[in-house]
């Protein structure tokens, strides 16, 4: 098989359910000639426990449980907010901060409350994603994106999902949840994440299908 040729009928899954998510995947991905689906396509797959310690871990596994289950090509991400403040928390934890239950609401009510009495200076924080390639062969590749910000004293913008209403990006002055679908794709830690993987796909197409 050449580098050329996809390992599984040039599909590949990415490990979500989330329609927005494939879409835009997709469309990265469209130079390279692939179709992506998502986890809707393999009902049988159950929700997978994110048990890493890490982001690049639990993208991993997430990845990794995939490819073994469908016998494609499989992508996961896992991302989170790092709050120098905090000791890098919520970290792995973003999506449960605020215990069981948890809301982007909670979650963000909890971060404001522990860091009422942060001076801004102290508020720096970062978005971070690690997304997983891997393949039934066992070939993998990871790739990182980040995006450096503040977090906000109190939300602003209707946007966005997550902590993105506290989230403030320096270079715009807006926060996450102020900027349309399209300025946040391009600065976002996913969309950064992507295109480093992206600029490596090629090698990695070529040992996937070996």
């Given at each position: 098989?050449?580098?050329?040729?996809?390992?599984?009928?040039?599909?590949?899954?990415?490990?979500?359910?989330?329609?927005?998510?494939?879409?835009?995947?997709?469309?990265?991905?469209?130079?390279?000639?692939?179709?992506?689906?998502?986890?809707?396509?393999?009902?049988d797959i159950g929700e997978i426990e994110e048990t890493g310690a890490t982001f690049a871990e639990n993208a991993a596994l997430k990845a990794r449980t995939v490819a073994q289950a469908t016998g494609l090509v499989a992508l996961a991400d896992d991302s989170g907010l790092v709050v120098d403040a905090l000791s890098g928390a919520p970290g792995?934890?973003?999506?449960?901060?605020?215990?069981?239950?948890?809301?982007?609401?909670?979650?963000?009510?909890?971060?404001?409350?522990?860091?009422?009495?942060?001076?801004?200076?102290?508020?720096?924080?970062?978005?971070?994603?690690?997304v997983a390639a891997i393949?039934?062969?066992?070939?993998?590749?990871?790739?990182?994106?980040?995006?450096?910000?503040?977090?906000?004293?109190?939300?602003?913008?209707?946007?966005?999902?997550?902590?993105?209403?506290?989230?403030?990006?320096?270079?715009?002055?807006?926060?996450a949840a102020e900027l349309s679908r399209e300025a946040k794709n391009a600065r976002s830690h996913r969309g950064n994440a992507l295109r480093a993987l992206l600029t490596r796909w090629p090698d990695f197409w070529a040992r996937a299908a070996k």
């Open positions: 098989m050449s580098a050329a040729e996809s390992p599984a009928d040039k599909r590949i899954v990415l490990a979500t359910r989330n329609t927005g998510k494939i879409k835009e995947l997709e469309a990265l991905l469209a130079g390279f000639g692939l179709s992506v689906l998502g986890l809707d396509s393999f009902p792995v934890y973003s999506a449960r901060f605020s215990g069981e239950g948890a809301t982007d609401e909670k979650n963000n009510q909890k971060l404001l409350a522990v860091l009422k009495d942060v001076p801004e200076a102290e508020r720096g924080c970062r978005f971070v994603s690690v393949a039934p062969n066992g070939a993998e590749l990871l790739a990182e994106g980040r995006w450096e910000g503040r977090v906000l004293s109190a939300p602003r913008g209707g946007g966005g999902f997550g902590y993105d209403p506290l989230f403030l990006d320096f270079d715009l002055g807006q926060s």
